[in-house]
């Protein structure tokens, strides 16, 4: 079972980069669109997930207030997210940015008129400044 210890060890030794799964039981549900995403992208990023309900001391670190939740890690930093349902073509964008693959770069808090959800490659951001603007 995934716990607090076991999540930091993973996240923190992990070579590749790691997505989780925040999620609960009454969440809707991204499981189909996960699977066939760590299928695509085996041996270059790892898909986890953490119930929510279960592991409340998970949510209230990471500031998971909406399931699901994904935050992909890169070396225990998180470098990428999405709130709430996306589809699966945003989701396959969302993890080719964090790879460094080719999508187009925008600065921070600029929205892409066919996916809000690119951020800038590379740059680091913190939990606590997610939900906010830029600037505020």
Known sequence: SLTEVNLDRLLTESS?????????????????????????????????????????????RFKIRV???LLIFESGVPVEFSVGIIPEHYLFEMVRKALGG???????????????????SGRRFSLDRRLRCPGS
Do not use: C
């Open 67 to 69: 399931v699901p939740t």
């Open 16 to 60: 590749i980069p790691v997505l989780v799964n925040f999620q609960a039981p009454w969440s809707p549900v991204m499981d189909a669109a996960l699977d066939r995403l760590a299928k695509a992208f085996a041996g270059y990023l790892r898909v986890v997930q953490v119930n929510t309900a279960a592991h409340p001391e998970l949510a209230a």
């Open 102 to 120: 080719g999508t187009e770069t925008l600065e921070a808090g600029e929205r892409h008129s066919s996916n809000r959800w690119l951020r800038k």
